[in-house]
C-alpha cells in the first residue's frame, strides 16, 4: 500500500504514542505490584491488542525498553495462554507467530484444533464461541480472527475452508448486528479467495 507523507508521519506519530502507553502501562504494573511476583498473570486485552497492532508495522523501530517489554509479554502468554478465550487465543497465536515463536504460535493452534467441533453441514467451530455481554465474546468477530490465524499460520485449505462454512451457515440463519461484525466476516472470507 503506497502511503502518503503525511499519512507516514501520522502513522509514526500514532505509534510513537502507543508505544509510550505501552511503556508506561508497565511501569505502572510494577509501581504498583512492587511486592508482587511480576511472573504473575499480568497480561490484559489492551498489551495483546498493542502486540497484534505493533505486530503490522515491523519496518517501525522499537526502542530498547518496548522490546524488553515485549519479551516480558511474550513470556505471559506462552504461560497463560491457555486460560484465556477464544478471541485471545487467536490474537496470541498471530501476535507469536508475527515474533517468529512459531513452536508457541503452533501449540495454542493445535489447541484450537483439538477443541473445536467439525461437521459437514455446519463446519469448523467452537462450542464457546457465544455471545455475551463481554467485548470479546462476539462470534463473528472471533472467528473471522480465527481464520486470520489458521490462514497465516497454517495456510491448511481445507480447515479454512471448513471456518468459512460456520460464517456463511451463521449469516444464512442470524444477521451481522453490528459494522465490525460485517467488516471482519467480509475481511475472512475473502482471505485466499
Known amino acids: 500500500v503506497i502511503q502518503s507523507d503525511s499519512e507516514e508521519s501520522m502513522i509514526k506519530k500514532a505509534i510513537a504514542y502507543l508505544d509510550a502507553e505501552f511503556i508506561q502501562e508497565y511501569k ?64 496470541m497465536t498471530l501476535v507469536l507467530h508475527r515474533m517468529d515463536d512459531e513452536s508457541s504460535s503452533a501449540k495454542i493452534l ?33 472467528q473471522a480472527l480465527l481464520i486470520e490465524a489458521f490462514s497465516e499460520v497454517e495456510n491448511d485449505t481445507e480447515t479454512i475452508d471448513n471456518l468459512k462454512i460456520w460464517l456463511l451457515k451463521n449469516k444464512q440463519t442470524n444477521r451481522w448486528k453490528t459494522t465490525k461484525a460485517t467488516t471482519e466476516a467480509v475481511y475472512a472470507l475473502l482471505l485466499q479467495g
Not at 519479551?71 to 485471545?88: F, M
Not at 462450542?127 to 472471533?142: C, D, L, M, V
Open 110 to 142: 493445535e489447541s484450537l484444533r483439538e477443541t473445536s467441533i467439525t461437521s459437514k453441514e455446519l463446519g469448523m467451530y467452537w462450542k464457546a464461541n457465544t455471545s455475551s455481554w463481554y467485548w470479546y465474546q462476539a462470534p463473528i468477530e472471533t
Open 28 to 91: 505502572d504494573i510494577r509501581k504498583y505490584n512492587k511486592d508482587a511476583d511480576l511472573s504473575k498473570d499480568h497480561l490484559s486485552y489492551t498489551q495483546l491488542h498493542y502486540l497484534y497492532m505493533r505486530s503490522f508495522f515491523p519496518e517501525i523501530k522499537i526502542s530498547k525498553e518496548v522490546e524488553t517489554i515485549t519479551d516480558y509479554y511474550q513470556t505471559q502468554i506462552q504461560k497463560y495462554w491457555l486460560s484465556r478465550s477464544l478471541y485471545a487465543k487467536g490474537l
